[in-house]
């Protein structure tokens, strides 16, 4: 990481180990065991198609990153530096407001002309006026629980998507299968251990399992690095 | 500064001239000088009026970081205007390490034969290439490096021979493999009409360049250098994902054209991003950041290997990724890295090939997503000039009139990049006032407020598309002209030492006086100069716009068309 640059968690994120999605509850639950390598690459799996979090809607991004996720907001102003919400880049994350079953995208400093064109408050920023997320308002207005869809890319993946993964995501029962059927490399594979519900078990036992249980349409996804 | 060595194809001739008129220019500034003076507008690009210029910039060969560009002039095939592309590789460092400022090819042979010119400190030779004919660039780079060790080399390939609109020129990089390309607008037709295969540079026993002010040059190289590996982008973005970490980002912003510009988002863009390439080259044992050129900090670039770790291809880079994936909806990164290799080896531009097989695609030749076939277009007809393998390497706009296709992504005859101007409206701004044709490059310098070219943009105000694109090209132009690797436009942008260093550099380099006007003022001449050709070459203010499906089909997710009106267009060059 670049000189100047802080680490992603505020102080003391990284001891907290209540899940993210603590007030869920009969939500089944798929726990995954990885070495750090294999972790890289899973987190890269994921989060490039994004993640479901639930979150307090009606809060900023600005709130979002910093308080409901424990990022650490001088990493949030450095780091995050391009940002998009519903495919609109935005400027100013302490007015942007979240509402349910947005789709939030952050990423690093990007290269090129359109790169840094995206990037928040740049001087740039009229080549994409058209895009831009305009509808920005002044106060929080936290209301209830609703989900997001949240995609990390490049830098922002290697450096949330573990910590993001080790308190759990949620997912859709048919994206785990997809997940663990088409897309994981038999490096994952290989040195997968799954427990499902606290149960150890195997990918086709897991699949198996997903499926047959229809009520549910989501699980909780968490990591644990081995 | 050097000399100009001037190469008649005509009379099969050879003659270092002095720079007389073209003094304290270099890349872009002194090809396009060179072109504007000598090439008469209206002739035929193929024919022997036509010149064909190589140039490294003004700082190249020495220890400033990224500046190893070789540029390369003429009027364009493709577009039938003036045309600039530049490379990165090794051969432009020994063209200045031999005292050139620029190679001149002029004329052309009154017979069919093929030749090459090797180029020494002490002589400069042409003689036949028979036994290179027809040959890929990467079996003639093999054979050349053989012949003649470790020297730099510009090569066309069966592309090139054909005076294919989509040949590219081609120059070996650090690992002896012809990967880097002057690709846009047909530049490897101009050699091919000239007959000649290739160009070997070797700069064994050369003096290499004169500094005036050693010590100041190193203070400033040094700060230039500091600037580059402190920057987020060029320090670590770029080193760690390369180009095509731009995937994921213009496809969440909805301007990743993808099935021939039909849609600004493709649903597999995460099976050929940058990230799932980087753990790609790792898994592979390739390289995941490596350098174009000697002296490149910036190490954008990338070796990728087949799934047994055999090597397939390197630089494989965001355009090219986009080109052949979205743009033909294939979501194979294995598949689009064997068509890179097939440009590469052929010699042809990535992104008038990928964006013609897309409008190919559109017209029914085969389905989107074909790889096997699109595979097979490059491999068997294009590299043996079958009539569709012809017309395919005619580019875009000479496929769609074959086709019947009317959504041809293209303006002045060059298929655009991989940004749809519909969703990020001022790139089409750029894309339609370009002296190039649409070319993402022209306005990628973005050290706009910084060098205040033109003024101070107001960030807050929605109307300064046409300003911004202006302040561009301009900054581009300048940044052309140093022989600099335009990712160096970055720390520029973000940090005013890095950009001061340039002129410190130039004036340490040279005994000169510049400052940042001085700068602008190059790019504001380049940019004149360019224009005033292709006026002459019959463009008008009419071939400054984009295609007619972008004002009238919206583009998907924000549903945009491009909006930015004619009147507003023709304000670019009041300057």
Redesign the interface.
């Known amino acids: 990481?670049?000189?100047g640059?802080s680490k992603p968690l505020s102080r003391g994120a990284e001891n907290i180990s209540r899940p993210l999605f603590y007030y869920m509850k009969d939500i089944s639950e798929i726990e995954v065991h990885l070495s750090n390598s294999a972790n890289?690459?899973l987190c890269?799996?994921l989060f490039?198609?994004g993640v479901l979090l639930k979150v307090q809607v009606g809060a900023s991004i600005k709130n979002l990153l910093c308080e409901q996720l424990s990022l650490d907001k001088t990493y949030v102003d450095k780091?995050i530096?391009?940002i998009?919400l519903n495919?609109q880049?935005v400027d100013d994350i302490s007015k942007a407001i979240i509402k349910s079953s947005d789709t939030l995208?952050l990423?690093?400093?990007?290269?090129?002309?359109?790169?840094?064109?995206?990037r928040r408050?740049?001087?740039?920023?009229?080549?994409?006026?058209?895009?831009t997320f305009k509808e920005y308002r002044n106060n929080d207005d936290i209301q209830a629980y609703g989900l997001i869809h949240l995609?990390l890319?490049?830098?922002i993946?290697q450096e949330v998507g573990p910590f993001l993964l080790q308190r759990g995501v949620m997912m859709e029962f048919e994206d785990v299968i997809e997940l663990f059927y088409n897309k994981m490399?038999e490096?994952i594979t290989g040195a997968l251990d799954i427990y499902f519900n606290g149960k150890r078990t195997g990918i086709n036992e897991l699949c198996k399992d997903l499926k047959s249980n229809v009520g549910q349409k989501l699980v909780l996804l968490k990591l644990k690095i081995s | 500064m050097g000399k100009i060595l001037r190469i008649n194809m005509n009379d099969l001739t050879v003659k270092p001239d002095e720079l007389g008129e073209y003094a304290g220019l270099g890349g872009r500034a002194l090809t396009s000088s060179i072109i504007a003076k000598e090439v008469p507008p209206l002739c035929h690009p193929l024919g022997p009026n036509n010149k064909l210029v190589a140039s490294p910039g003004l700082l190249t060969s020495t220890i400033a970081a990224s500046s190893g560009r070789c540029h390369f002039g003429c009027k364009s095939p493709l577009t039938g205007g003036i045309k600039e592309g530049n490379a990165g590789g090794v051969v432009a460092q020994k063209i200045a390490h031999l005292g050139y400022s620029a190679i001149v090819l002029e004329g052309k042979p009154k017979d069919d034969k093929l030749r090459m010119v090797f180029i020494s400190k002490d002589k400069t030779e042409i003689f036949p290439a028979d036994e290179y004919k027809d040959l890929g660039n990467y079996e003639t780079v093999a054979k050349l490096r053989e012949k003649y060790g470790k020297v730099g080399i510009i090569s066309i390939g069966p592309a090139g021979e054909q005076k294919l609109n989509a040949s590219s020129i081609a120059v070996n990089d650090m690992d002896n493999r012809p990967t880097r390309h002057a690709a846009r607008g047909g530049q490897g037709a101009v050699m091919g009409s000239k007959g000649l295969k290739a160009i070997v540079v070797d700069d064994t026993g050369a003096d290499g360049v004169e500094i005036k002010d050693k010590d100041e040059f190193k203070k400033w190289s040094k700060i230039f250098s500091d600037g580059l590996l402190?920057h987020?982008?060029?320090?670590?973005?770029?080193p760690?994902?390369g180009?095509a970490?731009?995937i994921?980002?213009?496809n969440?912003?909805?301007?990743l054209p993808t099935r021939n510009f039909s849609n600004g988002?493709f649903e597999h863009?995460?099976n050929i991003?940058?990230?799932?390439l980087t753990?790609r080259c790792k898994?592979r044992k390739g390289k995941e950041t490596h350098i174009c050129s000697p002296g490149c900090v910036i190490r954008?670039s990338n070796v990728y290997n087949d799934k047994d770790g055999n090597y397939i291809t390197s630089g494989l880079e965001?355009e090219t990724i986009w080109a052949f994936g979205a743009n033909c909806n294939i979501d194979d990164l294995d598949m689009v890295a064997r068509l890179d290799r097939l440009c590469d080896d052929i010699g042809l531009d990535t992104i008038e090939t990928g964006g013609t097989i897309a409008v190919a695609m559109e017209g029914g030749l085969l389905p989107f997503g074909d790889w096997d076939r699109a595979i097979k277009l490059l491999d068997e007809d294009v590299r043996n000039g079958t009539p569709i393998g012809k017309i395919i390497g005619s580019g875009a706009v000479v496929t769609g009139r074959v086709l019947g296709v009317t959504r041809v992504p293209a303006v002045k005859g060059q298929n655009m990049p991989a940004?749809d101007p519909r969703?990020?409206?001022?790139?089409g701004?750029?894309y339609a006032t370009s002296t190039m044709g649409a070319d993402?490059t022209a306005?990628?310098a973005?050290a706009?407020?910084i060098m205040k070219v033109g003024g101070y943009?107001d960030?807050l105000?929605?109307?300064?598309?046409v300003e911004?694109?202006r302040n561009?090209q301009i900054a581009t132009a300048a940044i052309d002209s140093y022989g600099l690797c335009l990712?160096t436009a970055?720390p520029v942008?973000d940090q005013p030492e890095t950009f001061e260093a340039i002129y410190r550099m130039l004036n340490a380099q040279y005994g000169l006086n510049l400052t940042a006007d001085d700068i602008t003022e190059l790019g504001k001449k380049v940019l004149k100069t360019e224009r005033d050709f292709n006026t002459r070459a019959g463009f008008t203010n009419k071939d400054d716009r984009l295609p007619e499906f972008m004002y009238q089909e919206a583009l998907a997710?924000?549903n945009?068309v491009f909006?930015v009106k004619d009147e507003e267009l023709d304000e670019f060059w009041n300057f």
């Open positions: 990481m670049n000189s640059t890289r690459e890269s799996l490039q198609s780091r530096s391009t998009f495919s880049p995208a990423s690093s400093a990007m290269p090129g002309l359109i790169g840094a064109t995206l408050g740049s001087h740039l920023a009229p080549l994409r006026d058209t895009i995609k890319f490049n830098l993946l490399s490096k | 402190k987020p982008v060029t320090g670590e973005g770029l760690t994902y180009t970490v731009l994921n980002i213009i969440e912003a909805g301007g988002q863009a995460a991003s940058g990230e799932q753990e898994e954008c965001y940004y969703a990020i409206q001022g790139i701004v750029t993402h306005g990628y973005i706009t407020n943009v960030p105000k929605p109307e300064g598309q911004l694109s561009l990712f970055f942008l997710p924000h945009q909006l």
